[in-house]
């Protein structure tokens, strides 16, 4: 009944190997649809094998025509199977319908081929036999091809609007699939007395499982060129390695020699493989070499660089221009904000009418950048799509906030993002990149996140190298200031009071001239000579004044070491003694509108009452000098309707984690914008001329006041910066505390 047959061995060996790949692709996710058609469908070409292994081996026409038969269980469901595959792929839920209607068809064949008018006789070949074809048959021929041609329509349209990379890929297997498998229709003319050897449709149909199964179970697939240039050198050498020692032992009738002729083939199959795909592989993808080593040298040019602006904008114009992505990204952790801070970015030309913009900020606490710090490395939003889909990943978060990979995905879609790489120093996370996609569609594959993984360990480097010199520079420039102080300090309290008995004595002198009898007698007939004395007089005694406010700025500042008694103390009462203070010192306080709004249940701090005290009391000078100069330029112009303008200061309080914010916000003349970068700089000064400072009323500048009020918060651990200013809006200063709250 069966009898040894050598052309059965390999049916038999690709029955094995398609139901094993099956059973792999199904086991990688079960749950997927596509998988569980992809092992029906390798079941139907297991039985399609086995059937051909038992056929050629069978000695009788009877069991032969039985087992020709039992391959057309598996062929005559192939269609359905393969048309769902793509429904599958291209997530069509609107072809259920159709789907339904070709497993009907198909059914109704497999139940056709039990019967005469489906398969009957035998062509007898010389490797085997093969049953003859009847007329349901031809029907059924008919059937697979219109099948095939609009699974082939359902496929270019899906293909269309289908808009990420990746997934294009994926079909692009999908249709290189189809054209190999459409070879394999060629052992349909076995059935019509054509014979042509099984061999070769068989090892198509192989390629074609082996390559669906790569496409569903690899989400990083390789590009299809190489994949179409590897498939075509492996199936001339191995057809030439099995084909070649066939017709040798068909022809002589060697089998021995041709045995022979084979293991040498099969010895030296591998070399000639590797060597021809190397060679076409360096020259299809001579373009794609060329830029890897363009980003290599790049990453080693990086290192030369310390300009940090200048080093994300080269990092992200090349990338863009190298990658052709439509736009990449670089974003820096600014631990101030608590955010990623966008550093810099560079777009496609090509792309400036698309709507791809990146954010400017990402929070520190997003879904996205959790994911990077538990991923580690470089990933596509392919790998968190598939992490969507896998109900059983080794991440945490997933546990407990079941949208957690969703989130991510949609983070990665506002950005514009399908590739993120993080830079990470020392087990931290110091900022990252984000591509775009790519120009005509294509793909990031393997080699691309290689080369991009080496770059981004120098790109980290580069980064840190510069954020460190400008940390260097930075406290440089402190340590300079702080020098200058100390010197200022040392010369206020060693100078001050020779200096004061000096003012002194010219203030009493210029008395004395003022109340010179002799003198006024002389002038007091000349009224232009007696306004322009006292002009003078009084210019002396303004900069004695001012001369003797310098000296009092010049000792707070000296007592601002010399004063370390902290103690548990109210701000309001600070804020309310330092107001009495100028009510009684100047006079001029009580024209101004000042509110203060401080919240009865306001935590104390811990502090010197008396550095606290004159940090408003400089604070409140400060408004008062801007409101004057409001006022004085209001003067100038009387048609700006704001002849009942007053001015007014508004101190508020509140408290949030464990801190004190003060705002001070004034409604003087706001602070110019050459003048806000400077503005706690030590010797910097705003203050103007004698002449101005007396018509405007306003007191004289060292250019210490600020940076003495930013000394005397350090030493209490607070801050004061610039919140907010606006030409003739006037001012918003905010100062922060730390509460002082007694656990004893």
Not at 290 to 313: E, G, P, Q, V
Not at 601 to 612: C, E, I, M, T
Not at 675 to 696: A, D, I, M
């Amino acid at each position: 009944m069966y009898s040894y047959n050598s052309h059965a061995i390999l049916p038999l060996i690709l029955a094995i190997f398609v139901f094993i790949l099956g059973m792999f692709v199904y086991i990688r996710n079960r749950k997927s649809i596509i998988n569980s058609v992809f092992v029906l469908f390798c079941l139907c070409y297991t039985y399609i094998m086995f059937g051909t292994f038992m056929m050629f081996i069978s000695t009788s026409s009877a069991l032969a025509i039985y087992w020709d038969k039992f391959i057309y269980l598996g062929a005559t469901l192939i269609p359905a199977f393969w048309y769902h595959l793509i429904v599958s792929f291209l997530k069509l839920k609107k072809k259920q319908r159709a789907i339904r209607m070709h497993y009907f068809i198909c059914v109704c064949f497999l139940i056709l081929s039990r019967t005469r008018y489906f398969l009957d006789d035998l062509y007898v070949y010389s490797w085997g036999v093969h049953s003859q074809a009847r007329f349901f048959h031809n029907i059924f021929i008919i059937c697979f091809a219109l099948i095939v041609i609009r699974g082939l329509y359902d496929l270019r349209i899906g293909y269309s609007y289908t808009a990420s990379s990746s997934q294009r890929n994926q079909l692009r297997y999908l249709s290189l699939g189809i054209f190999v498998v459409s070879l394999t229709s060629i052992g349909f003319l076995s059935a019509y007395n054509i014979g042509i050897y099984p061999l070769f449709y068989q090892i198509f149909g192989i390629l074609f499982i082996v390559i669906i199964a790569y496409a569903i179970v690899k989400y990083r697939l390789m590009d299809i060129k190489l994949v179409l240039t590897r498939s075509s050198i492996f199936i001339s050498v191995y057809t030439l390695v099995l084909g070649i020692p066939f017709w040798i032992g068909y022809i002589t009738k060697n089998w021995l020699l041709s045995t022979s002729v084979a293991v040498g083939f099969a010895t030296a199959g591998p070399s000639i493989y590797n060597y021809l795909r190397h060679r076409a592989e360096n020259r299809i993808l001579a373009e794609d070499l060329k830029k890897y080593t363009a980003l290599t040298r790049f990453s080693a040019d990086l290192l030369r660089l310390h300009d940090l602006d200048n080093i994300c904008k080269l990092i992200t114009y090349r990338l863009t221009k190298t990658m052709r992505s439509f736009l990449s990204a670089l974003y820096l952790l600014d631990a101030d904000k608590n955010a990623f801070l966008l550093k810099s970015s560079y777009k496609l030309k090509i792309s400036q009418n698309t709507d791809i913009n990146p954010l400017q900020s990402v929070e520190v606490n997003s879904s996205l950048v959790r994911f990077m710090k538990q991923w580690e490395k470089e990933f596509l939003v392919e790998d968190v799509q598939r992490l969507v889909l896998n109900k059983t990943t080794s991440l945490n978060e997933q546990d407990n906030h079941p949208d957690y990979f969703k989130e991510v995905v949609e983070s990665m879609r506002k950005l514009g993002a399908v590739l993120v790489i993080p830079y990470f120093l020392e087990g931290e996370l110091l900022g990252f990149l984000t591509l775009s996609e790519r120009e005509h569609s294509r793909m990031y594959v393997q080699a691309d996140l290689q080369v991009l993984s080496v770059l981004s360990r120098s790109a980290t480097l580069a980064i840190t190298n510069a954020i460190y010199l400008m940390q260097l520079e930075k406290t440089q420039n402190e340590l300079a200031d702080t020098q200058r102080a100390a010197q200022l300090g040392y010369l206020a309290s060693a100078t001050g009071h020779q200096i004061n008995n000096v003012l002194n004595n010219i203030a009493a002198f210029a008395n004395t001239i003022w109340e010179h009898e002799q003198l006024n007698a002389c002038i007091k007939d000349s009224p232009q000579i007696k306004a322009e004395f006292d002009k003078y007089i009084n210019d002396i005694f303004t900069s004695v004044q001012d001369g003797g406010m310098i000296i009092n700025e010049l000792r707070d500042y000296a007592r601002i070491e010399q004063d370390k008694e902290f103690a548990s103390l109210s701000l309001k009462l600070v804020v309310e003694k330092a107001l009495r203070v100028l009510y009684v010192q100047a006079y001029k306080f009580q024209n101004l509108n000042i509110n203060l709004n401080f919240p009865q249940d306001l935590p104390q701090v811990k502090g010197s009452f008396v550095q606290l005290e004159n940090v408003f009391i400089n604070m409140f000078n400060n408004a008062y000098d801007t409101i004057q100069e409001k006022k004085h330029y209001l003067k100038e112009f009387p048609g700006s309707n704001h002849s009942d303008y007053k001015g007014s200061i508004i101190l508020s309080a509140s408290f949030d984690n464990g801190y004190i914010y003060i705002h001070m916000t004034d409604d003087g003349k706001g602070v110019p914008d050459n003048v806000q970068k400077r503005l706690f700089t030590p010797l910097y000064t705003t203050k103007t001329s004698v002449k101005k400072r007396e018509e405007q009323k306003l007191s004289g500048g060292t250019g210490i006041g600020l940076y003495t009020i930013k000394i005397m918060l350090k030493n209490h651990g607070g801050t004061i910066k610039l919140f907010s200013t606006a030409p003739m809006q006037g001012s918003d200063f905010l100062i922060t505390l730390p509460a002082y709250i007694d656990k004893s």
